[in-house]
């Protein structure tokens, strides 16, 4: 079995591997159109923890928003009815279950970039 490594291509792979990493890394572009919590324009630049940070007390404000509806329910006040009570209830289940997959993917991203050899 013969190895057959084209040496120029490799320096020039691992050259432009160089110039990448060396490279200054821009902040992530985005536009948060249709999404709530922090207000981007397309020509502003937003970090990563904002956004989750944003994502996380978005789902707060839904769990509490259930639970406000759940207690007044429960105590008779007027103007709550049971539709409310469990289409908030679901909102907030969806919204709880979302973040948790977000976080199990996460997870699962930085145990494989710790697991990557170097």
């Known amino acids: 079995m013969s190895n ?4 120029s291509s490799m320096m020039l792979q691992m050259r432009s591997m160089s110039d990448m990493a060396a490279s200054k890394v821009t902040p992530l572009q985005i536009n948060n159109e249709g999404l709530p919590g922090v207000k981007v324009h397309t020509d502003q630049s937003v970090e ?6 944003s994502a996380l007390q978005q789902v707060n404000s839904i769990q509490a928003e259930s639970r406000d ?7 008779g006040k007027e103007g709550v009815d049971l539709t409310q ?11 709880f279950g979302a973040m948790v997959e977000i976080r199990n993917k996460l997870l699962k991203a930085y145990e494989d970039v710790k697991n990557i050899r170097v």
């Open 4 to 7: 057959d490594i084209n040496t």
């Open 48 to 53: 990563f923890g904002t956004l989750l940070k």
């Open 69 to 75: 509806l759940k207690n007044d329910f429960i105590s």
């Open 85 to 95: 009570v469990m289409i908030a209830s679901e909102k907030s289940s969806v919204a």
